[in-house]
């Protein structure tokens, strides 16, 4: 009885396994980075649209969206409040951020964030500058 050629079978599928959990590993790490994007995206859009909710001619929404895709995120909501009052106020935002990843296909990841802003408190500063 000749066994050659016997295990090459066995490191076949050996190896089909192992590529199988790399492209699993390669995908999982792809929407992982997407998740950190999307983030990073909604810190940076609730940031900038914060101050803007106070005496602004400018749309909160408007500098949310635009902050969210220069992260490569696209906004999906703002809660962002227009207010003339020196009150604080708090903005919500959530983005999303799209990945086409390995072995899971095109995957939708959402962050939101919140950023408060305290009108009053341009005042101080100002203050201090003088």
């Not at 995206?41 to 609730?46: G, M, Q, R």
């Not at 895709?69 to 999303?96: F, I, Q, T």
């Amino acid at each position: 009885m000749n066994d050659r050629g016997a295990v090459t079978p066995l490191m076949l599928a050996v190896a089909l396994v192992i590529g199988l959990i790399g492209a699993a590993v390669t995908g999982l790490t792809q929407i992982v980075g997407a998740r950190w994007q999307a983030t990073i995206a909604a810190d940076s859009a609730a940031l900038a649209a914060a101050p803007l909710t106070f005496r602004s001619e400018h749309s909160p929404a408007a500098e949310a969206a635009h902050f969210a895709s220069l992260n490569g995120a696209r906004l999906v909501h703002c809660d962002c409040p227009m207010m003339a009052s020196w009150d604080p106020r708090v903005v919500a935002v959530v983005v999303e951020v799209e990945v086409d990843a390995v072995l899971f296909g095109l995957q939708r990841v959402r962050a939101q964030s919140r950023a408060e802003f305290r009108p009053i408190e341009l005042f101080a500063i100002s203050q201090t500058e003088h």
